[in-house]
């Protein structure tokens, strides 16, 4: 998508052009809220990041000029709750895509913080924020030679059984391991002796969450996957999400022209606003069973330190570790990456 220009003057005053997103994503690329947190406040107060092109290294600089929604992707969200009273006054609409799995036998995370601390961070921020506005994922969900679909579920219903008062969706992807080509390398560096789903085993899932979800009454979203589970009440999801983005933040008149919305008169049956218009906003750029709505993605690739066996954000530990102590000698830099 083409956004919008915006002019920002860099420290050293230069006028450089920017993109001028309404919709933000941090992010994809790495966890910001655990590990970027207090630079992203500072960049926002700034106006602008800046961004490398992790194909070509080229820079673009990213104006926050417009932006009206924020959605935050993380595995702990524990250090950047300390921002949310500034969230709330300066960008008010946002919510969280938290992923959170339970590998901690396997090591599959393996700088992740312990399952218990994460599960108290989820309710915590639930509690801050409303359950709407935190996002359960289960994501990647893994079969090796010590997990199968049972032990996957026992896992699901472990952490369901606390979150039935603090989410209200549940977002879960199949592992793919083959179209990742350094993920299959690392895993086998690592002796893990993965499975890929079949599409026996993607029913076998999909029915076992059914039925444990009787007891939740979650909505369940499969994130990027081409079956069809629709029987067992799931649907296809779309993270950058334009129906929860109307149902969440429909007071806010910009937000609700870039999405092309427009209201009727509350119908005369529930005294509702009903949506009659919605623009066509598909982000091109992700994969082709992606659901989202345009975002700008303000992450980098080899900046995540959770350092789980299965990211494909990360090529080297090495360079990871490069970048985080080049963010923590300049946390108040353009960009997270040492470049």
Not at 79 to 89: A, M, N, Y
Not at 226 to 242: E, P, S, T
Not at 313 to 324: D, F, G, L, P, R
């Amino acid at each position: 998508m083409s956004w919008d220009k915006a002019t920002i003057i860099t420290p050293d005053g230069k006028a450089i052009s920017a993109q001028a997103p309404v919709i933000v994503s941090a992010s994809r690329s790495t966890d910001i809220p655990a590990f970027y947190g207090d630079w992203f406040v500072e960049r926002f107060k700034a106006g602008y990041v800046k961004w490398h092109n992790p194909f070509n290294g080229s820079p673009l600089y990213v104006s926050f000029k417009n932006t009206r929604l924020v959605v935050f992707w993380t595995k702990n969200p524990k250090p950047f709750i300390k921002h949310l009273p500034f969230l709330d006054e300066n960008i008010r609409n946002y919510y969280f895509q938290f992923t959170l799995n339970d590998y901690d036998h396997e090591k599959l995370e393996r700088k992740v913080p312990p399952l218990k601390g994460r599960i108290e961070t989820f309710i915590n921020l639930s509690e801050k924020i409303s359950a709407e506005r935190v996002i359960w994922r289960f994501d990647p969900l893994f079969l090796t030679d010590k997990i199968g679909v049972d032990e996957l579920l026992k896992k699901i219903e472990n952490i369901g059984d606390q979150l039935e008062n603090y989410t209200r969706k549940l977002v879960f992807s199949f592992a793919d391991i083959g179209i990742y080509k350094k993920v299959e390398n690392n895993l086998k560096r690592n002796e893990i002796s993965y499975q890929e789903f079949d599409i026996l085993k993607m029913n076998e899932f999909a029915n076992g969450l059914h039925r444990l979800n009787k007891r939740w009454n979650f909505e369940l979203a499969t994130c990027s996957e081409k079956i069809d589970l629709a029987k067992y009440g799931i649907i296809h999801n779309k993270c950058i999400d334009d129906d929860l983005i109307i149902r969440l933040f429909s007071n806010d008149s910009k937000l609700m022209k870039f999405l092309g919305v427009e209201f009727e008169e509350p119908s005369l049956f529930n005294g509702q606003n009903q949506v009659i218009i919605k623009a066509m906003l598909k982000d091109k750029g992700q994969r082709e069973f992606c659901g989202c709505i345009n975002s700008k993605d303000i992450g980098q690739y080899n900046t995540c330190p959770h350092d789980c066996v299965y990211c494909y954000a990360n090529t080297s530990i090495h360079q990871v570790e490069k970048n985080y102590q080049h963010h923590k000698l300049y946390p108040n830099g353009e960009t997270i990456i040492g470049k």
